[in-house]
């Protein structure tokens, strides 16, 4: 024994004392969910588009690891970012939500018939996209501020019409999915807040409601309030052989896709379906399509089982949240991952219509895959925070 | 409360259940994802496996160019050619109609097509084959191919292919015996015969074409190709080598053949060449003919008119197997052999010819009201006495059933097809009692049977019908010894190098019991008739180097109607190898017209340097006989 009693001692201490690092407060499983998910969707992606560009294979493999990069760091910020302060910020955030949203509108540029994007130098940002977080942000504010007079219709229909107005701009873009998700976000977090049962069973009756209107009742009276490839696309699942050439050809090929790589898959280079490009929109919307034929069951359960180990961590999040706006937050963005997640997935598989939803860090497209890195960042801010907050807790019991 | 302060509380129940709910709704939802790829990956994994393949694999045809045709000397009488056609694919047109017939309009001048027939020939394609490139038009100028090719962006969907066309390179020679090919019909692809044809297919319609479609027919090849969803050829993965048909050689001998044609030009009328022992036709022609080579495109419905129209002859109508004539005297032979066996006469039995025949209250006069006296067969056939045989016809009318002539008819080869190879063949008529009474009874004539109709039968004139293929039978049979021979072309399937691959036997011949005396008289008055002076065909074959018998013929068609001129030639005499049969229409007498036809033709079958009449002087013949 050469040290001293003294220096042992502080060693002891040193030891007990609960280190305030916020870098080892991450959850480091949701790391592994999101490294893992971006890592094998970049793969993926590089193996379907090696020939859509000739001369260039990797033109969409490299743009998505720079999108990914690019992510990657926005997620570390907010992780590092105390996610409460958004909360002062809250009508500059929405403000800044529908006023991106009409922009595009405004100048946005047209593809294939629709404005979604608005050219940036390198870049084209997809504002519904970036609406999703921001909206996330804004509604869990809101909230909060009227958390004593829940109960009350006036608050859900308040909350519900902050996420209408953006929902309905996104649809005239169109964009029919994004504005889903704002819908099924803003539901949760009234949801994990607490609101009655009962403004739930009233949400639920109107939104039936509603869609047997506008697709069985408007078009009956001459007004068509969706376009008809949408009206197409949302029912094609339900007969996909009534339709081959159009709609029902994507639901057909998707799964002919999934279908041909049986359990282990038919690997990159032997799968037809997406090389040949019967398999349409291979590297967005139907990249699941594209794990399921070249990896089969096992590349599928796979990613499947990465997207339950994120669902799993964003819940596991929101009830260790050290108050309720991190809570709320993490309710909307587990919403909004689920959502996304069962409605692609869905539609590849031919159980969900198609919405054009594209599947979070896994389909190539530089709005989505930084959105999507930027919620994760907010549930891993939420989850230093709360550490931070405990072990500060702790050290005062302890001193 | 827990708000007013930055920390809260632990977790509240409340907020708990709302979080188990939607952990709950997650795990039910990646559970019916799990089934359902369970379902789709490992259930159903092979059938949508394969459908994948099934995606991406494309089958194009190549065609099988039909066998060629060729003469007995292996002279290429049918042939084929290479040609382009423009086509157009279905998977690679614009998906609205607007489009499409926006690249249609395009196409329409260059093919010089309307726009609109154009939509409707491909359509008419795509229903039939789906997948596969529809011929908006076959046999373009290479012209139009480079246009298409050097404007491609402008023609999305367009090709242009290469096929293969039937070619017949001496045109109207032996039209009729080669017929023509044209596409598949829906009802003929239900047949039997058309086993393995495709829709779009082209098949023998007609002719030899037609009878040997089996051998000349080719079987398709195809390129399995893998493709993308665009329907671009992406690579090849196997491919099956067409077949091209068989090549079939004819017992025609093409210089005959062509003898035959120009010995008939001037007149619409028919011809047979036929080896008396087996059978086999030497050459077979009719007059008008065509071109069949307009059949090897898809013919136009006005040239199809033109071609069928009795106005202009019927070039489509091969006179040779369905022409139906009364035989004027060439029928002769066949009232001698039934009265001969039947007993009537004997070759040595004498009858008196006073000019004319008194029966019924109607007079039946020797053509010409010539008067030959007393004569025997012989002489009555050298010089075509009709009261000899109107007196035949007047006996066998009484004796037994009075069929006797009607029967040595059909068993002759007459009133019934001959089999030959060649579809279409006409059954021709022998008028019998029952069958004019049966009309009788039907009010489709004025009269009953009466001995005047056999009187008429036993010269070859009034409802008889008989076509020249007929004739060259029953008088095959009287040269050969008694043997009906069944008619053919086709002589053997070889490969492209001549090599006999299957030979045709000849089909079997049905003996007749005719005595050797009686058919050595028949053949001694034939010899006569074209030998002696006073023959009837004397003028023509007097000086002819090759010993001929033959029989004259003028079938009177009624008032102000010209005559129909009939020879039957047998050579070389005694022991004939060859019966040349020519008709022709408005011919008149058969010295004059249908007899030296036949002389062209003898003389280039034995390979003469002929310089004998052309035409018949009738001076000192009965030229009607």
Known sequence: MSASLGEQVKGFEEAARPRLRPWLQLDPLLLIATLGLIGFGSYVIGTATSGDIAGNPHYYLTRQIAYGAVGLVLMFFMARFDYSRLREWKLGIYGATIALILLTLALGTATRGSKRWIDLPFFKLQSSELGKVLLIVALAAFVIDRMRRLSEKETTSRILLLAILPAMLVVLQPDLGSGMVYIAIACCILFIAGTKWTHFLAIGTITVTIVVGVLVGAPAAGVHLLKPYQVDRLTAFVNPTDNPRKQGYQLRQSQVAIGSGQKTGRGPEHATQTKLDFLPEHHTDFVFSVVGEEFGFMGAALVLSLYALLIWRALRILTMAKNLYGALIAGGVAAMLMFQIFVNVGMTIGIMPITGVPLPLLSYGGSSVIVTFLAVGLLQSIHVQARLSALAKRRELVT | ?625
Do not use: C
């Open chain 2, 1 to 625: 409360m827990y708000l007013d302060r930055e920390t809260r509380p632990a977790i509240t129940p409340q907020l708990a259940l709302r979080v188990a709910i939607i952990g709950g709704v997650a795990l039910v939802m990646f559970g019916v994802v799990f089934f359902r790829l369970w379902y789709l990956q490992v259930l159903s994994g092979d059938k949508y496996k394969a459908e994948a393949n099934n995606n991406r694999v494309r089958e194009i045809t190549i065609q099988a160019p039909r066998g060629r045709i060729v003469d007995r000397n292996g002279r290429v009488l049918v042939d084929n050619r290479y040609g382009l056609a423009v086509t157009v694919s279905p998977d690679k047109l614009p998906k609205s109609p607007a489009k499409q017939m926006k690249v249609y309009a395009r196409l329409a001048p260059l093919l010089q097509m309307k726009a609109k027939d154009i939509r409707h020939t491909v359509n008419k394609q795509f229903a039939a084959i789906p997948f596969s490139p529809a011929i908006v038009k076959s046999d373009v100028p290479p012209a139009t191919y480079s246009y298409i090719l050097e404007n491609q962006n402008r023609f999305p969907a367009v090709d242009v292919e290469q096929l293969a066309f039937r070619k017949y390179p001496y045109h109207q020679i032996g039209a009729h015996l080669f017929g023509t090919v044209g596409e598949v019909t829906a009802p003929e692809l239900k047949r039997r015969r058309y086993r393995g044809v495709k829709m779009g297919d082209r098949v023998g319609q007609s002719g030899i074409e037609y009878s040997y479609d089996r051998y000349l027919r080719g079987k398709d090849g195809a390129r399995r190709v893998s493709v993308d969803a665009l329907g671009n050829a992406r690579a090849q993965l196997a491919e099956r080598v067409p077949k091209s048909g068989r090549q079939l050689r004819l017992s025609v001998d093409f210089d005959v053949q062509k003898a035959g044609q120009q010995a008939i030009s001037g007149d619409q009328g028919a011809f047979v060449v036929m080896d008396v022992q087996t059978g086999e036709v030497r050459a077979l022609g009719s007059n008008p003919s065509f071109d069949p080579n307009i059949f090897a495109k898809t013919i136009r419905e006005r040239d199809f008119k033109r071609l069928s129209n009795p106005a202009n002859g019927a070039p489509l109508t091969d006179r040779a197997t369905q022409g139906l004539y009364p035989t004027g005297s060439t029928f002769k032979l066949i009232t001698a052999t039934a009265a001969l066996e039947g007993g009537l006469i004997t070759p040595d039995t004498v009858l008196f010819d006073g000019g004319s025949l008194h029966v019924g209250g109607i007079t039946f006069w020797n053509a010409g009201h010539a008067t030959n006296g007393a004569l025997a067969l012989r002489r009555a056939l050298q010089v075509s006495s009709d009261v000899f045989f109107y007196r035949l016809g007047l006996d066998a009318n009484g004796a037994g059933d009075g069929h006797l002539i009607q029967r040595w008819a059909h068993r002759l080869g007459l009133g019934h097809p001959t089999g030959i190879d060649l579809p279409g063949e006409s059954a021709g008529l022998i008028p019998s009692p029952e069958w004019r009474n049966r009309l009788f009874k039907k009010h489709l004539t004025d009269r009953p049977w009466s001995v005047g109709d056999n009187i008429n039968l036993a010269v070859g004139q009034g409802d008889v019908q008989v076509d020249p293929l007929q004739l060259a039978v029953a008088y095959a049979t009287i040269a050969n010894g008694g043997y009906v021979v069944k008619p053919h072309l086709g002589e053997r399937v070889e490969d492209s190098l001549g090599r006999v691959i299957q030979e045709f036997r000849a089909p079997p011949r049905r003996k007749l019991d005719v005595n050797p005396t009686d058919r050595q008289a028949i053949l001694d008055g034939l010899r006569a008739a074209a030998s002696q002076p006073g023959g009837t065909s004397y003028p023509v074959f007097g000086n002819f180097k090759i010993p001929v018998a033959g029989k004259t013929g003028t079938a009177q068609k009624g008032a102000g109607r010209a005559d129909q001129s009939w020879y039957v030639g047998l050579a070389p005499y005694p022991n004939p190898r060859y019966v040349v049969v020519a008709t022709l229409e408005h011919g008149g007498f058969g010295v004059e017209t249908a007899a030296p036809a036949v002389r062209r033709i003898m003389s280039v079958l034995f390979g003469m340097k002929d310089t004998g009449p052309t035409r018949g002087s009738t001076a000192g013949v009965n030229p009607f006989g």
